[in-house]
DNA sequence: CGCTGCTTTGATTCGTATCAATAGCAGTGG
DNA sequence: CCACTGCTATTGATACGAATCAAAGCAGCG
């Protein structure tokens, strides 16, 4: 019996690629495991010797500096790729943000597998070229956006990422904020008190409602928007 | 006749995992291209109908804000790969910051050849994990080091990348930059300025020396290496 | 019901952007 | 060969956004 044929992302995770006979050839390299939120699946440096993809839960990847400034340089959504395939250590810690379910391989086992597993490998490569354009977007917004910008591009994300898990669906209006203030400052590069400010400003100038910590209404979506793309007013100068 | 027997990258790009009757093959659907510093080959947005391999020159990836703030999220060096396989438009503009020769495939040709060519794939793939790594690395930079910790950081990075062209060479001492201090305040997230401001006391404390505007002799290896990793004064707080 | 940790709000400081002017260099043509 | 022109870089004065420092508010929990 496949446990892999009742997985709820199996469509939508790279495991998609494979036919029923590889996928139980697969699922028997693997194992479910469960996580609170809170837990550390892997640590920077560390070799790497596990790979795994999500099933349920939201988990970040985060550096920090030596003198412990950190900085989160990805959020990992159910049917996404966790870890480093093919030598080297891990470049970066992958801890829970949300309890989360996963679906774990020894890398060893999962690199071979993958290697003889053309098809595995491309929807890997295709994940991991988008992976890379969407991280470079973010460097845009790190190095070149206001806080006001920033902190209103992320719940346009958010509002995106969260509605139906995964894109295709329509963005929500109305959803629960997976982090807390302090990991919104770690993934915008700025503090928890900036985006505290920049949330209070936001909901007195009624573009969203924030009833509590965690739950965000949006009531005006184009001034979001707006919100987003409107560069700081400093930023009028001569180079544009 | 074969030209690529006789490429200078040819065992460092992904067309190494080639055997010479694939590597012949391949070599028939791509043709070399010259370029000229500051001609762009690929617009940000534009429908992805090339990739290519860097034979020789440096090119940087940048995008930019509506209201036309830049940012460069990737240099290329020879040997890397340039483009976007599999679907979609490009998400950066592609343009070369010295002369460059780069060997260009049509994106549709090199699809269909790498898909039934497995190696030629997983060459792919492993060097956008490794792109995937340094992006998100950069981030760190981007968005929590100070502009002397990012000056010195870049500094150190050129010295290694430019010594033997790609890894495994010690880094030299003595290098000429590829960039203007608009492209190396693109690349941090700085003002000209401020990186002209922080090369200036750089000088001045013994570290670099500048004979012209392209050309750097490290002086003080350790102090530079020490700048790159110390926090700015203010950031020593609490959270450390 | 008083901890404890997270968040908000306020006052102040500080780093870097902006604005502005000067200096250095490369290419052009008299 | 040297003024002229335009561009890039340096240097200085000032402004401003976000960080820091500090204190109060609020929720969950033993």
């Known amino acids: 019996m496949n446990q892999c044929a009742v997985c709820q992302v199996r469509n939508q995770a790279i495991c998609g690629a494979l036919m029923p006979a590889e996928l139980e050839a697969m699922s028997r390299i693997g194992r479910k495991v469960d996580m609170r939120r809170g837990e550390t699946l892997i640590w920077e440096g560390d070799e790497a010797i596990l790979v795994a993809n999500v099933i349920d839960g939201v988990l970040k990847l985060s550096t920090s500096t030596e003198d412990g400034r950190e900085m989160i340089v990805g959020m990992v959504y159910p049917a996404d790729f966790i870890g480093r395939p093919f030598g080297h250590s ?34 890997l490569l295709e994940r991991t070229l988008a992976e890379l354009d969407r991280a470079r977007d973010w460097m845009l917004l790190l190095a070149r956006k206001s806080a006001s910008e920033k902190v209103a591009t992320l719940l346009l994300e958010l509002s995106q990422r969260l509605a139906g898990h995964h894109e295709g669906t329509a963005a929500s209006d109305n959803f629960a ?38 739950t965000v209404h949006v009531l005006d979506r184009p001034a979001l928007h707006a919100t987003a793309h409107k560069q700081n007013s400093r930023i009028l100068s001569k180079k544009g």
Chains 1, 2 share one sequence.
């Open 90 to 123: 891990n470049a970066h810690d992958v801890t829970a943000v949300t309890d989360a379910r996963i679906c774990v391989f020894p890398r060893s086992g999962f690199d071979s597998f993958a290697r003889s597993h053309p098809e595995l490998e491309h929807k």
């Open 177 to 214: 904020l997976p982090f807390s203030r302090q990991q919104m400052a770690d993934l915008l590069g700025l503090t928890i008190e900036t985006v505290s400010r920049q949330l209070t400003q936001m909901r007195r100038a009624g573009i969203v409602d924030l009833p509590d910590r965690r």
